[in-house]
């Protein structure tokens, strides 16, 4: 009898699919400490968040809409509730909003001219994906920007429809607007690099 007559449906199966080689390689990220990636990120309280936010509407308020913004970005709400991270987001998007379009280039170069200004610029781009895609999930659903009244949509140049009681399409697009605007700016002065490096940190706002 050949030797391959001797092999039986059981010998010749797929079983070692099975095995999870990744659990073998020492190399693999399966067994690798990925908290070491970095330092441990402190939590922040809501009480926290909302004296940060009351600061940086105080320098916006004061006519420094840079310092406003490098205050949001210098300290972003990674290990935080969810209410928390959501505050922050409206303190950021309210920011944005507040700076003329004139204004955005030059003060994103001289953000990403400082020092650590690269990483303050990945910080913006997180917040933008975050605020174009509604906002935080919070209790199994998405909680929208805010209405009209708490954000000011900047002239687009394009017709608006009238507001419709009870409707917020209108700011919801406004804000989207401004979003995709700064989202321009970020990547004509840090290039497309942010965007990668906004993806795959673990790190999320």
């Known amino acids: 009898m050949s030797i391959i007559q001797q092999h039986t449906s059981a010998t010749l ?6 095995i999870n080689i990744d659990a073998l390689d020492p190399d693999s990220s399966q067994n690798f400490d990925i908290s070491t990636l970095h330092p441990p990120l402190p939590e922040i309280s809501d009480a926290e968040v909302r004296q940060l936010n009351g600061q940086v509407r105080q320098l916006l308020r004061g006519g420094d809409a840079e310092g406003a ?5 210098e ?21 944005l909003q507040s700076i003329k379009a004139s204004e955005m280039t030059p003060i994103l170069q001289r953000i990403h001219g ?7 610029l990945d ?3 997180k917040y933008l994906y975050k605020g174009m895609a509604g906002g935080a999930a919070s209790g199994g659903q998405r909680t929208p920007l805010k209405p009209a009244g708490y954000l000011t949509p900047q002239a687009t140049g ?5 507001t419709r009681p009870g409707s917020t399409n209108e700011s919801t697009g406004g804000a989207m607007s401004v979003l995709l ?18 993806m795959t940190d673990r790190r999320k706002v």
């Open 13 to 18: 199966s797929d079983a070692w699919r099975t």
């Open 69 to 73: 913004l490098r205050g949001c970005l």
């Open 158 to 162: 394009f017709s608006q429809i009238g």
């Open 75 to 95: 300290s972003p709400v990674y290990n935080g509730s969810d209410a928390a991270k959501d505050a922050h987001l409206q303190t950021v998007v309210e920011v």
């Open 123 to 125: 910080v913006l781009v």
């Open 114 to 120: 400082s020092e650590g200004g690269s990483e303050l």
């Open 181 to 198: 605007s700064w989202h321009e700016k970020v990547v004509d002065v840090a290039g497309l690099g942010s965007i990668g490096r906004c």
